[in-house]
């Protein structure tokens, strides 16, 4: 496993996950291009880290880019959008490309994003060195986002979180799961999780959503998802854990009713969507117990969190709706 990028916990910090002391870490204009960076995947690839960044442009057209770094925090992001090749599929028709995830499985790396087609669907693609990208099949009809791959098959089938959706900024959303025998044809949906009911834990009330590819540990998969609460100011972000079955991660053992992280800081708080905390992508050492989370701050730039995987599936164990 490559280094990954690490800061211990602060001094008088008592929080499940800490922010990195000179976040963002991306910002908004990075690239001459950019209006925005935001809402990205990162995996550990060769000698260092690659990964796969939301980059609006100055029209705000969305789009998704590589990016390569040493150390995972300071990036070289290309500042043209990735050209997609025709994978199983001559249908790669795109209006939009936003949100993307990264899974590696077997002998390649897979992407998942919100694609732009007669609406919001979830668009796969995939790429052995992030140079050349085959772009699939969409997963599912319009319309849905969020969609997240488990890092392996089970059961021999791959496995994805989704949220369906409708057209618009959607103001509901629960997760689901769904299996595909080839990443082309997709089924067997199962309800995962639904919001929680406002009185029991509010932040996450409006509408949920997967964040990064599940990390097996002994306990189960965990998963971070992302909760939303619609205040008098429009929505709130925050981000939860949840830990599902091993085996059927349609059924879920832990859930956490206080999130683990809200917008607080000024760069969550402020900027083109405000008071938003998008989870998308985590690096992360059972070895060391440490783990990185990249997440999108308030739709505009790119920030880094931390936290012990132990503690964290205690927190969600002894949390739980």
């Given at each position: ?60 057209q969305m789009n998704i880019h590589t990016g390569f770094s040493e150390d995972g925090v300071q990036w070289d992001i290309s500042h043209e959008p990735i050209r997609m090749q025709a ?235």
């Amino acid at each position: 496993m490559n280094k990954i990028p690490w800061q211990d916990r602060p001094k008088n910090c008592a929080d499940v996950l800490w922010r990195h002391s000179e976040n963002p870490i991306i910002g908004r204009y990075d690239i001459p291009t950019a209006n925005s960076i935001f809402n990205s995947a990162v995996v550990p690839f060769r000698d260092g880290f690659a990964g796969v960044f939301r980059c609006d442009n100055k029209a705000v057209q969305m789009n998704i880019h590589t990016g390569f770094s040493e150390d995972g925090v300071q990036w070289d992001i290309s500042h043209e959008p990735i050209r997609m090749q025709a994978g199983n599929t001559q249908m790669i028709d795109s209006d939009y490309k936003y949100d993307p995830r990264v899974a590696f499985i077997e002998d390649r790396y897979w992407i998942t994003w919100c694609n732009g087609y007669h609406g919001p669907t979830i668009g796969i693609a995939y790429t052995f060195d992030f140079k050349e990208f085959f772009q699939c099949e969409n997963a599912f009809l319009p319309f849905n986002r969020n969609g997240v791959l488990f890092p392996k098959k089970i059961d021999g089938k791959y496995a994805m979180l989704s949220r369906p959706s409708d057209n618009g900024h959607t103001p509901f959303g629960d997760i689901y799961l769904s299996y595909s025998p080839d990443m082309k044809y997709w089924g067997e949906h199962r309800c995962v999780m639904k919001v929680a009911p406002f009185n029991d834990s509010a932040w996450q009330c409006a509408k949920i959503g997967a964040g990064p590819v599940p990390i097996w540990t002994k306990e189960g998969w965990l998963v971070f998802y992302h909760g939303v609460i619609k205040t008098c100011n429009g929505f709130r972000y925050s981000v939860g854990s949840a830990i599902l079955d091993e085996n059927r991660p349609d059924k879920v053992r832990y859930r956490t009713q206080p999130y683990l992280m809200a917008p607080a800081e000024i760069y969550e708080q402020v900027g083109d969507v405000p008071n938003v905390i998008f989870p998308c992508a985590t690096l992360h050492s059972l070895e060391e117990d440490k783990l990185a989370l990249y997440y999108g701050a308030a739709d505009t730039v790119t920030a880094l969190a931390f936290g012990h995987i132990s503690e964290i599936i205690a927190f969600t164990k002894q949390n739980s709706l």
